[in-house]
T-cell receptor, first 118, second 114 residues
Framework: AQTVTQSQPEMSVQEAETVTLSCTYD???????LFWYKQPPSRQMILVIR??????QNATENRFSVNFQKAAKSFSLKISDSQLGDAAMYFC???????????????FGKGTLLTVNP | DGGITQSPKYLFRKEGQNVTLSCEQN?????MYWYRQDPGQGLRLIYY???????QKGDIAEGYSVSREKKESFPLTVTSAQKNPTAFYLC?????????????FGPGTRLTVT
């Protein structure tokens, strides 16, 4: 079974600084997808960024980028120029690539609570 | 606007009562999902459905039931058999097929059972 581990229950960063959130996963699959979701105090889950395992290039979305290390099964999220609105719980998630059945299931880590200090 | 709606936002029930949580989407997505979130935990999959009139159990289906009579709707019933029903419940939907199809989430329902 796939597992996702986020080893940092809480992190804090100063506004305008950079912070990196860690995520490791365990899978025997070679093709899969990885996601970072953000859950602000409103509790709405919002997709931040997505990475396809077959792509060597790290995904980026504006101030958000990932460091995907497939061999190490590591998928960290870097937030640059942190803003007060980035304060949220961040979840790393894994999904198998093959379509059909339970392959659509997302497996989540337990989350990292990010605080942004003004 | 396309999206997923869940109602109500807060729900209170007495122990021993069944309760149904609503989830509606107008994204024309084939797949829908129900997750449970507890403090300090990630999301755990309860049930999912890929097509009308069909659904499968997720990791923690015991004490829950679902139906999928319409593509747009996927209600979740928390039965009296669920030992710890107090939690935050999130509904999600996605397209099917190959590709990194992310799931889109509703705003959630906070259920409190006393």
């Amino acid at each position: 079974a796939q597992t996702v581990t986020q080893s940092q229950p809480e992190m804090s960063v100063q506004e305008a600084e950079t912070v990196t959130l860690s995520c490791t996963y365990d899978t025997s699959e070679s093709d899969y997808y990885l996601f970072w979701y953000k859950q602000p105090p409103s509790r709405q889950m919002i997709l931040v960024i997505r990475q396809e395992a077959y792509k060597q290039q790290n995904a980026t979305e504006n101030r958000f980028s990932v460091n995907f290390q497939k061999a190490a099964k590591s998928f960290s999220l870097k937030i640059s120029d942190s803003q007060l609105g980035d304060a949220a719980m961040y979840f790393c998630a894994y999904r198998r690539a093959n379509s059909g059945g339970s392959n659509y299931k997302l497996t989540f880590g337990k989350g990292t609570l990010l605080t942004v200090n003004p | 606007d396309g999206g997923i709606t869940q109602s109500p936002k807060y729900l209170f029930r007495k122990e021993g009562q069944n309760v149904t949580l609503s989830c509606e989407q107008n994204l024309n997505h084939d797949a829908m999902y129900w997750y449970r979130q507890d403090p300090g935990q990630g999301l755990r999959l309860i049930y999912y459905s890929q097509i009308v009139n069909d659904f499968q159990k997720g990791d923690i289906a015991e004490g829950y039931s679902v139906s999928r009579e319409k593509k747009e709707s996927f209600p979740l019933t928390v039965t009296s058999a669920q030992k710890n029903p107090t939690a935050f419940y999130l509904c999600a939907s996605s397209v099917l097929g190959t590709g990194g199809r992310e799931q889109y989430f509703g705003p959630g329902t906070r259920l409190t059972v006393t």
